[in-house]
C-alpha cells in the first residue's frame, strides 16, 4: 500500500524565461540601390533630399528588423526632418552672426572669443543629441504598440556637459561612467508602451571590457595603421555593453558581439576612401589638362595666379568633383556602416523574456523633429 500525503501539490519548476533572436531580413542589393539612388537625388537637389533618403534608410533598417517574427515599423517622414531642420536653421544662423559681430566689436579678444561659442554648442549639440533620440522613439512602432520618451533636453545637456568636462580632465578615463550615467538617465525617460526603461550597465564593467583600449590609445593616435583597429575594437565592445544593459520591465537584451566583428567594415571604408580619393585627384588632373588644352594655355599657367580666367572652369569642375566625391563616400559609409554593421550587431542580440511585452497598454504621442533638426544641423544626427 502506498500512503499519499495530504495538501497542495509541490509547484513545478518555473521554466526559464524564453529567448529570441533578433532577425534581419532585408537584402544588401536592395539597400544599395536606395543609397545610390538617394545619392544621385542628392547631387541634383545640392542635398536637400537626404532627408528623405534618411527617411528611406531607416524604414528599410527598421521594417526589415524582426523580433519574435513582428518586424519593427519606423513612421517619420522626410518632410518632417526638412521642417525641423529649417526652424533649427532659423535659430542657429542669427546666433552665428550675432557672434560673429561681437567678435567684431571685440576683436582684441579674438584669441579667447572661440572658446564661448565651442561650449554653447557642444551644450546645444546635447540638447540635439537628446531629442533626436526622443523623435526617432517616438516614429518607431512594434506590434502596434508605440516607444516614446518624456524629459528635459536641456536637463540631459546640463549632465552630458558636466561628464564632458570630467572626462576631459581624466584624460578620457571617466568616458565609461560618462556613458554608463547618460544612458541611465535616457533609458529612465524611455518607454515601450506603458513598460519603462532602464539601463543596468555599469561603468566600471565597460572599463574592464576595454580597459586595454584606453592604455594604448595613445599608441593608436600616433600610428595610424592602428587606429582603425583600436576605434572598431572599441565601438564592438560598446555596442556589446550598450545592448546587454537595456530593459523595458521585464524584457532584457543580451549581445555576444565579437570584439573583432568591426574591423573589417571600417577597413573597407578606408580602403574606398582612398581609392575614391585617387580617382577624384586624377579627375582633377584631367580637368586641369582639358582645360589647359581647350584655352590653349600651359598646365603651370592654368593653375597659377596668372591664370585665373582659365582656372574659374577648373574650379567649377572641381567643385562638382567634390560633391560627387562627398556623396560616394557617402554610399560607402552607409552601406558598410549603417546596413553591414546594423546586420552584425543584430545577429549577435537575443531578447529574454519576450512574454512581458504581451499585454502593453498603448501610451506617448510623436515629438517635435525640432531636435532632429538641431542634430542635423550641428552634424551630429544618428541612425
Request: proline share 5%; glycine share 10%; with cysteine.
Amino acid at each position: 500500500m502506498k500512503w499519499t500525503p495530504l495538501g497542495p501539490p509541490s509547484p513545478s519548476p518555473l521554466p526559464p524565461p524564453l529567448s529570441v533572436p533578433v532577425a534581419f531580413s532585408g537584402d544588401r542589393g536592395e539597400f544599395f540601390r536606395l543609397v545610390r539612388r538617394g545619392a544621385a537625388l542628392e547631387f541634383v537637389t545640392l542635398g536637400f533630399y537626404r532627408f528623405w533618403l534618411v527617411t528611406d534608410i531607416r524604414r528599410h533598417l527598421w521594417s526589415n528588423t524582426q523580433i519574435d517574427g513582428d518586424a519593427a515599423e519606423y513612421t517619420g517622414r522626410g518632410k518632417e526632418l526638412l521642417i525641423g531642420f529649417l526652424f533649427a536653421l532659423a535659430i542657429l544662423v542669427p546666433i552665428y552672426l550675432l557672434y560673429f559681430l561681437a567678435g567684431l566689436e571685440a576683436e582684441r579678444h579674438q584669441a579667447f572669443a572661440g572658446l564661448p561659442l565651442i561650449a554653447f554648442f557642444y551644450l546645444l549639440g546635447q540638447f540635439a543629441i537628446y531629442r533626436a533620440r526622443r523623435y526617432r522613439l517616438t516614429r518607431t512602432v512594434w506590434r502596434g504598440v508605440r516607444f516614446w520618451m518624456d524629459g528635459s533636453g536641456w536637463s540631459y545637456a546640463g549632465r552630458a556637459t558636466l561628464w564632458g568636462l570630467l572626462t576631459v580632465s581624466t584624460l578620457g578615463l571617466a568616458l565609461p561612467w560618462r556613458e554608463a550615467a547618460l544612458e541611465r538617465h535616457k533609458m529612465r525617460h524611455s518607454w515601450y508602451g506603458d513598460l519603462q526603461g532602464r539601463f543596468e550597465g555599469q561603468g566600471l564593467e565597460f572599463f574592464k571590457q576595454g580597459w586595454w583600449l584606453w592604455l594604448l590609445a595613445p599608441v593608436a593616435i600616433v600610428v595610424f595603421p592602428l587606429a582603425p583597429f583600436f576605434y572598431a575594437a572599441f565601438k564592438a565592445v560598446q555596442w556589446r555593453w550598450w545592448l546587454s544593459g537595456i530593459r523595458f520591465g521585464g524584457v532584457q537584451l543580451e549581445s555576444t558581439l565579437r570584439r573583432g566583428a568591426l574591423h573589417g567594415l571600417y577597413w573597407k571604408v578606408i580602403g574606398w576612401a582612398l581609392l575614391l580619393s585617387t580617382v577624384f585627384g586624377l579627375y582633377v588632373f584631367g580637368c586641369t589638362m582639358l582645360v589647359a588644352n581647350v584655352s590653349g594655355a600651359t598646365f603651370e599657367q592654368t593653375i597659377g595666379p596668372s591664370g585665373i580666367s582659365q582656372s574659374i572652369p577648373v574650379l567649377i569642375l572641381t567643385a562638382i568633383g567634390y560633391l560627387a566625391l562627398a556623396l560616394a563616400l557617402g554610399v560607402v559609409t552607409r552601406l558598410y556602416l549603417m546596413r553591414d554593421l546594423w546586420v552584425r550587431v543584430l545577429a549577435s542580440t537575443t531578447v529574454r523574456n519576450i512574454a512581458a511585452a504581451a499585454n502593453v497598454s498603448s501610451r506617448g504621442t510623436p515629438a517635435s523633429a525640432l531636435g532632429e533638426g538641431f542634430a542635423d544641423g550641428l552634424d551630429v544626427a544618428g541612425f
